[in-house]
């Protein structure tokens, strides 16, 4: 699935290359809570750039503890109950957004979360500015209340979805969105997810928390631990691989967070057991140092059974050069580029169909058997597609041109 060059897939004005500027001008993002989500994040990082810009940047949540850096980043936090979703609250909130676009002199709304972006929508219309939604992930409707409901996220003058294959849903779900939809990639900090800035301390402390032997090369899956991130899908490959001495001492590391799963927990761990795979496959728990864990890993993979809107993990591993192998399903096959999109020699990982352990096996067989200019082509590929299509800089940047393209064309706005 080959990238497209463009990250809109919607007709607007030409923008003048050295402008127009948002100097001056104050944009709103509302979201229900400041925590350290992947949404959560890329509001603070546009946040930033928008006081990097001379915008007033502003943020209406519930708080959370990114709340101190947004602050330090540019941004201003606004105390909001935007998480709320009693049908009486939000209509009261209303009018309370409504004052404080007033008081802030407010030009643009920009809404991450359904809930608060039905208040936002209303506050926009009743003060005819700009609305504009960001689908972060997929929403289920298993009603035509629900679909309503969602559909909120679907009514921005213009609708940015994190993929294409969010993309997808969307027009599947509310045709009428088609033509304002802008796929914009999650972004990764090519500063933080560098080899330069990772120093070998950092991946020694990561395999020794991990109890990984200097001789051990690690199969890492880092995702939190629920059935459809693939866990049981890893460890019934790890089984298949025991058998291969020649490919030397392999350790499969699952780290994440079971967030109370504790009977997913038991389920994991009966599996390993039951797979003669005690001490090969490993829980880790929560890890605070990805960049470091995915230097400390020989391969990364996303097993997922289930479609991702995007795929972080993949994104990032592919930043430091590392090889991935991941299901193709959802959007994460749209962050690799892997045959028949593309020929071998340009890979930048491997997919392989959702739940196929023995699939997962095969590959990852290829995968720890790179000889070692393979590795380092590949690695070189990796990090160039990463920088090309998925750099923080880019998101950043594209949200931006949307901010100034619908501020300079009043025809782009909707009234309902």
Known sequence: MALETTAQSFSLPPVIPDGPSLAG?????????????????????????????????????????????????????????????NPFRMVYNIRKLVQICQRER??????????????????????????????HGSYSAGSSIKNLYNSVMARGDVVIANSRYTADLIRKAHPASGNRIAVIYRGTDLSEFSLEKVGSERIDAVRKAWGVSLGERVVLLAARLTGWKGQKVLIEAAAQLKNKPWLGNIVFVLAGDAQGRSGYVKELEKLIVNRGLRGTVRLVGHCADMPAAFLASAAVVVPSTEPEA???????????GIPVVVSDLGAVPETVLAPPDVPREQRTGWRVPAGDAGALADVLVEVLSLQASAASALSQ????????????RGMVEQTINVYERVLISPEMRRTS
Do not use: M, N
């Open 106 to 135: 407010v030009d643009l709304l920009h809404a991450r979360s359904r809930a608060p972006a039905w208040v936002a929508l209303a506050a926009a219309r009743l003060l005819h500015i700009p609305f504009i939604t960001t689908y």
């Open 381 to 392: 590929r990796a990090r160039l597609h990463v920088e090309q299509h998925f750099s923080l």
């Open 310 to 320: 995007f795929g972080r993990s993949a994104v990032e591993a592919q930043a430091l």
């Open 25 to 85: 001008k104050t944009v709103l993002q509302i979201i229900p809570e400041l925590e350290a989500g992947g949404a959560e994040r890329t509001t603070v990082d546009i946040a930033e750039a928008l006081a990097q810009q001379g915008a007033c940047a502003l943020v209406a949540s519930e708080g959370g503890r990114l709340v101190g850096e947004l602050q330090a980043r540019g941004g201003s936090w606004i105390p909001f109950p935007a998480a709320t979703k």
